[in-house]
């Protein structure tokens, strides 16, 4: 403030002045005159601002740079008090004993956050602030979206009015994740973890509804809502199901009913992570019913519909290609397998031996195929699983570790990268843990792979949030096989490989599942768990499907369905009509699921018999009761249904054959749930390789940087325009460090390695990795080819002795033998860093420059270190 009429500063909270400050001097001791001063200005307020009490600012400060001294105006005879730190608005609002909604809220510290992170909440904020209840924040994967979750939920639960939080998230794999961040986070106030301050609850028991920040899937929310028991239950199993009811995109909407056990109002803030369907599907009506609560949206891969549900309210925007360029992601590159079978499909030879096992049960038959069946690409893994298929695609996959995707590395087996391979269900994930462990036995002392070397990821391992733990830290465990428990949210940064033998067709889940590779590593923390790591520079998507290959579709809402009860399974709907419950809506249930079972297999090569065997054995098929059922309602003879406990036996009779026939029953739920054969036609692979479209992609860019900066970066400038100028280690370094700066991704072993990718030409040489891979002059060469002016990128350490030679030669240069000696060692740190100059020399090797300096004399140092940097570093 200014003027005599004015304190130094006034502090404001919701516009409304609340504090005085009176700023003086070190020397000055903040005597009865400042107090005086200051006082007046807290009882004559300008007319100008807003005040909390008619005519009076109620608070005063006075400081002097070692001491904070205030009064409460409050209260009347009150003393000054000397304070150990300022208040923060929190304390003043309690101290005047007035509430504000946001006026609380201390100013956001950057240190420690990510400026994605800080941006997002400091949005978030603002937009709540305005009014708005629904906003979205979307940030990549990897990008600290949960840390994010954590910081705004302390800060409103602890500078405002919000009271309960609610987290939901769409597996209980993530929730137990959330639940420990959440419980460790201590960006607050004395650095005091979250559950040291608040209760957090995973809720798996309904008294788990009754703490402060609440972990849960929508599933069991509604669950709690409605008044239903939350039974125990395994919840890798859960989470299976409900991957599988949202592939499915089932056309049911849940609907609330009457009698609801909680108030709208319990949640004042929810925060929906990832949970796509939950926002606008099935589940829509569950969130719509806490209609008072703010909701913070977080997503990776936001759709129209999210768009949508949080009005285009988007906090912030922050995309992987962000995340990359940013260095908090690494980029991914494309390694591709095919194999004749996957592309085309097979043929079963008659006579060939067929293992044939339901579904959920292991009891295998095994018969001989009468006539030739074939199979497509389709039914490949789901129905028909192809030993030689898995066993070729796992084969390429091993041969291209260490010669494609890690030639750098030491040959390590029991070090593999830590990969992930995503399989089509639970019987084709066993099959490809049997068929990784005889591919990669014979690696291994006594032909036999280490015990946890791979290990399955499924509802049927035993310890699934165990697994994905040791996958984390293990040096022993290597490779992964899930199904959809590790295809979102859950964080293994050392993870190196993402290989599909799974085809997905959302954009959705197929960006979460990559997401899994892309999160970023020390050196220190990698070579921890893969011990001849050197860094995590980028990770790779195996597709063994041709999952990188076709369009994604965006899921949608489902369309609303009328009644608000969920549908029946088929073995959940056999056990109500056996108990009379024979409602038009039962009957025309079962009719569908008969009439759809028929339909399967009365075409189906491969698994028709079943459906043979049913009408044999029982007398009818199951579309003999769709059809009943179909005509007793077409022909409007079907009497009407009340309750269970009426005469229903004239719709019995139209079911009677099934519902009474106990092995009709189970056969029918049987091939409801499919089956799978064990192929033994063989395979081959007929494509293993990069996909060139990403190196071509990184190569523009890269060359399109060259192009803008070929005036502005002196290195660039001198190559670009061929001046007869000498590149020094101070050009390369500034060459070095701009690029990165660009992106952390333009590193010399990635750049060259794109463009060796790229060459079809035999222009590109293959680079020394073991010896000059990070030498400075590599730049020079990279830049040359970029800009056209050298036709081929090769190194200049080829033919670096021809060279040096030449340089002894010119003008008939004559050399002692201990002269000679000293250049050659010079001569390498030229080739390798660029050229120096003799205080260069000086601090990089003392020893050589003081014998230089001995032996040929400064300025005929300067003079040879000149022409030699010119020969090496000129000659391409």
């Not at 000293?822 to 420059?849: C, F, H, K, P």
Request: glycine share 4%.
């Amino acid at each position: 403030m200014q003027g005599n009429t004015e304190s130094d500063y006034l502090l404001f909270v919701e516009d409304k002045a609340i504090a005085v400050v009176e700023a003086k001097k070190e020397s000055d001791p903040l005597g009865k005159e400042v107090e005086k001063q200051a006082e007046r200005y807290a009882v004559h307020p300008q007319s100008w601002y807003g005040l909390w009490f008619e005519g009076l600012i109620p608070l005063v400060y006075m400081a002097n740079g070692n001491k904070i001294c205030y009064k409460n105006m409050l209260i009347s005879d009150s003393e000054y008090e000397e304070l150990t730190e300022m208040h923060s608005p929190k304390k003043m609002l309690q101290i005047i004993n007035k509430v504000s909604e946001y006026g609380a809220l201390p100013r956001l510290e950057k240190r420690g956050l990510r400026d994605c992170q800080y941006d997002a909440e400091i949005e978030f904020e603002k937009s709540i602030k305005a009014g708005n209840k629904k906003n979205l924040a979307v940030l990549a994967t990897g990008a600290g979206k949960t840390y994010l979750a954590c910081l705004a939920s302390y800060r409103l639960l602890n500078y405002t009015s919000v009271k309960r939080i609610l987290f939901l998230v769409d597996r209980n794999n993530l929730a137990r994740q959330t639940e420990s961040e959440f419980s460790l986070f201590d960006k607050t106030e004395n650095r005091q973890t979250m559950s040291s301050l608040y209760q957090i609850r995973r809720l798996k028991k309904e008294k788990d509804i009754k703490g402060d920040i609440i972990i849960s899937t929508i599933q069991k929310l509604f669950s709690v809502l409605t008044g239903q028991t939350l039974e125990e239950s395994n919840e890798d199993v859960e989470d299976e199901n409900i991957k599988k009811d949202e592939e499915q995109e089932s056309a049911e909407i849940i609907q609330l009913g009457n009698d609801l056990k909680l108030p709208s109002d319990y949640f004042q803030l929810i925060i929906v992570d990832e949970c796509h369907r939950s926002i606008y599907g099935k589940w829509k009506a569950v969130l719509d019913y806490f209609s008072d609560a703010k909701i913070l949206g977080l997503t990776a891969t936001p759709t129209p519909e999210a768009y949508s549900f949080f009005n285009n309210n988007i906090i912030k925007m922050y995309t992987y290609d962000d995340s990359v360029v940013d260095g908090v992601n690494v980029p991914a590159r494309t390694y591709r397998i095919m194999t004749d079978v996957t592309e085309h499909g097979g043929i079963i030879e008659a006579g060939t031996e067929i293992i044939e096992t339901p579904r959920r049960r292991d009891e295998p038959v095994t018969y001989t195929a009468t006539q030739p069946i074939e199979y497509t690409p389709i039914q490949l893994d789901r129905s028909v699983i192809n030993r030689d298929q898995i066993r070729k695609v796992l084969m390429a996959y091993k041969n291209a570790i260490y010669t494609e995707l890690y030639p750098e590395r030491e040959q390590k087996w029991e070090y593999i990268p830590k990969t992930l391979i995503f399989a089509k269900d639970d019987n084709h994930a066993t099959e490809i843990v049997d068929m990784t462990k005889e591919i990669f036995q014979n690696e291994f002392e006594n032909g036999k792979v280490p015990e946890n070397f791979v290990q399955k990821i499924t509802y049927s391992s035993e310890d699934s949030n165990g697994l994905i733990r040791d996958l984390r830290t293990e040096k022993d465990f290597r490779i992964a096989v899930t199904v959809t428990l590790v295809a979102t949210g859950t964080d293994v940064k050392p993870l190196e490989a993402v290989f599909f033998m799974k085809d997905v067709h959302s954009d959705v889940l197929y960006t979460q599942m990559k997401g899994r590779g892309c999160r970023i590593i020390s050196d220190d923390k990698l070579k921890e768990v893969t011990p001849n790591a050197d860094t995590k520079e980028c990770y790779y998507i195996v597709d063994a499907v041709g999952v990188t290959e076709h369009e994604k579709n965006i899921p949608h809402p489902a369309a609303t369905s009328g009644g608000g009860k969920r549908t029946l399974s088929l073995e959940q709907l056999l056990e109500h009509l056996a108990h009379n419950e024979l409602s038009d809506e039962n009957l025309m249930l079962l009719r569908d699921y008969c009439a759809t079972i028929n339909r399967r297999y009365e075409n189906d090569a491969l698994f028709g018999r079943h459906l043979d065997y049913f009408i044999t054995t029982y007398g009818f098929a199951p579309r003999t009761v769709a059809n009943d059922i179909n005509n007793a309602f077409s022909e409007g003879i079907m009497v009407e249904y009340i309750s269970p406990s009426r005469d229903n036996s004239m719709r019995m009779r139209l079911i009677y054959r099934l519902i009474s026939n106990i092995p009709a029953r189970k056969k029918l739920l049987e091939m409801q749930r499919g089956y799978y054969a064990i192929a033994s036609d063989k395979d081959k692979v007929i494509y293993a390789g990069f996909s060139k479209e990403s190196a071509k992609t990184y190569i523009e860019n890269f060359e399109k940087y060259l192009n803008e900066n070929r005036d502005s970066i002196e290195a660039l400038r001198i190559l670009y325009n061929s001046e007869d100028i000498i590149i020094t280690h101070t050009m390369l370094v500034e060459l070095r460090d701009r690029l990165l700066a660009e992106n952390k991704q333009y590193g010399i072993y990635q750049i060259w390695k794109n463009y060796k990718f790229l060459d079809s030409e035999g222009k590109v040489e293959e680079l020394d990795i073991k010896t000059n891979i990070n030498a400075l002059t590599h730049l020079i060469q990279i830049v040359r080819y970029a800009y056209k002016r050298n036709q081929k990128l090769t190194s200049l350490f080829t033919g670096y002795g021809q060279r040096f030679n030449l340089y002894c030669g010119q003008n008939q240069r004559i050399l002692t033998i201990e002269q000679e000696q000293i250049m050659r060692q010079i001569a390498g740190y030229v080739i390798d860093a660029g050229a120096i100059s003799v205080a260069e020399l000086n601090e990089a090797d003392t020893d050589l420059w003081r014998k230089a300096v001995t032996i040929f004399g400064a300025s005929t140092l300067k003079e040879e270190m000149s022409a030699l940097s010119k020969i090496i570093l000129k000659v391409a």
